[in-house]
């Protein structure tokens, strides 16, 4: 599988998943049709299905045009079936969704959303994120708890290390500043953010990350208790 990275809306981020033998294609998160149909079409692709990590228009605002134009079914939580736009095919928490030589497992992780969830590829030691676990960061709380949202970043901790995470926005310059400012002492983040710095002025993305690079970087997934974790949420909300 070939992963790209498609940029959409301000700092949005889509995600196709082409199967090279096939010529077919998932996209994730498609926050508008425009840009993921320019691409399938240079490169004359065709578009099989539609993954939501969540409900917000910023990730399924494309999903109307790209089912209309391509045929494509619509993948998402069961429980958020009354919000996900065209929605075909529900999946549940450790689900294995497979078609043809598309294999992921859904892992509920609440939290951003109640009905949040992830896209974990492990053939291709790629997880899909969305909102809640960014690169040097993690999405804001608008539904769920401080301890769903804690426990939802235990669950991909816990993956291999090597695994790639792609998430829903270009955050990592205004994460790292955080980050920084609470873990002054981190040689690993400090190598990171030089990375970062030299990527984004090459105009290139700062993804995909890796878990590994998390847990060595990333505050919220450094800090080990649902109280810290809480604090650094709050602060980084009013940061
Ligand atoms: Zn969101
Ligand atoms: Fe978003």
Same mark, same amino acid.
């Given at each position: 599988m070939k992963i790209e990275i498609i940029p959409c809306l301000q700092d949005n981020y889509s995600y196709l998943i082409i199967d090279e033998k096939k010529n077919t294609a998932c996209v994730v998160d498609p926050s508008e049709s425009n840009p993921i149909i320019k691409f399938l079409e240079d490169?004359?692709?065709?578009?099989?299905?539609?993954?939501?990590?969540?409900?917000?228009?910023?990730?399924?605002?494309?999903?109307?045009?790209?089912?209309?134009?391509?045929?494509?079914?619509? &993948?998402?939580?069961?429980?958020?079936?009354?919000?996900?736009?065209?929605?075909?095919?529900?999946?549940? @928490? !450790?689900? *294995?969704?497979?078609?043809?030589?598309?294999?992921?497992k859904i892992i509920h992780i609440p939290g951003h959303t109640l009905g949040h969830i992830c896209f974990y590829f492990y053939n291709d030691k790629s997880i899909f994120t969305g909102d809640t676990l960014f690169s040097l960061g993690c999405g804001r709380i608008f539904e769920g708890t401080y301890s769903q949202m804690y426990e939802s970043l235990k669950k991909l901790k816990e993956l291999?290390?090597?695994?790639? &995470?792609?998430?829903?926005?270009?955050?990592?310059?205004?994460?790292?500043?955080?980050?920084?400012?609470? @873990? !002054?002492? *981190?040689?690993?983040?400090?190598?990171?953010?030089?990375?970062?710095?030299?990527?984004?002025?090459?105009?290139?993305?700062?993804?995909?990350?890796?878990?590994?690079?998390?847990?060595?970087?990333?505050i919220f997934l450094r800090s080990d208790n649902v109280k810290t974790f809480s604090k650094l949420r709050d602060l980084k909300d009013n940061f």
């Open positions: 490169k004359k692709i065709d578009l099989k299905f539609i993954l939501n990590t969540h409900h917000h228009y910023d990730h399924v605002g494309g999903n109307k045009e790209l089912k209309e134009k391509y045929g494509a079914s619509v &993948i998402g939580f069961k429980g958020d079936k009354h919000r996900i736009p065209e929605i075909d095919i529900f999946v549940d @928490d !450790q689900e *294995n969704w497979k078609h043809n030589n598309f294999e992921a291999p290390h090597d695994t790639k &995470i792609f998430c829903g926005h270009e955050y990592t310059m205004q994460n790292s500043r955080f980050c920084l400012a609470h @873990d !002054q002492n *981190n040689k690993n983040l400090k190598n990171k953010i030089i990375n970062i710095k030299k990527k984004l002025q090459e105009k290139l993305p700062t993804i995909p990350s890796t878990i590994k690079e998390e847990l060595e970087c990333n």
